[in-house]
């Protein structure tokens, strides 16, 4: 039986652009969210049991970080184009020794705060837009 390894946060990265993945610059934390509906069947046979079957599903990934622009073609500039154009980006959640999550997704929110005597940060809700793949760590 293989040791069971520990994944730490910092290992894991939200990318915009499956290919070449691009980092979004500043990322300090980051939620996965899976969730799917599920429909009561319950029938009198089910003496005093509830049945469910599962219904649809949803994926969606919040996170935020400091601030940072490059100005050279980096996730930062890919975010406002998705955002103004209304199109779905290519979105990988990875974690350097746990599963790797893929699909595509709108950018439901990007607040951005700049407070007098902090960093400036932000945050982003993505909404899964289709499928989420989850490829098994090697």
Not at 50 to 57: I, L, N, S, T
Not at 98 to 111: H, P, V
Not at 115 to 129: C, F
Request: charged share 20%.
């Amino acid at each position: 039986m293989a040791t069971p390894v520990k994944t730490l946060g910092g290992s894991c990265t939200v990318k915009i652009d499956a290919a070449p993945d691009v980092v979004i610059l500043g990322q300090q934390n980051a939620t996965l969210n899976i969730s799917a509906d599920l429909i009561e069947v319950t029938t009198k046979s089910a003496i005093s049991n509830k049945e469910f079957v599962p219904g649809w599903r949803e994926w969606n990934i919040d996170f935020d970080g400091i601030l940072m622009t490059a100005g050279d073609g980096s996730a930062a500039d890919h975010i406002k184009d998705y955002w103004e154009t209304g199109t779905a980006a290519a979105i990988v959640f990875y974690c350097s020794a746990g599963d790797t999550y893929t699909g595509n997704a709108l950018f439901e929110s990007i607040d951005l705060e700049a407070p007098q005597d902090k960093e400036a940060r932000y945050k982003i809700k993505l909404k899964g837009a289709g499928a989420l793949t989850i490829a098994a760590a090697a």
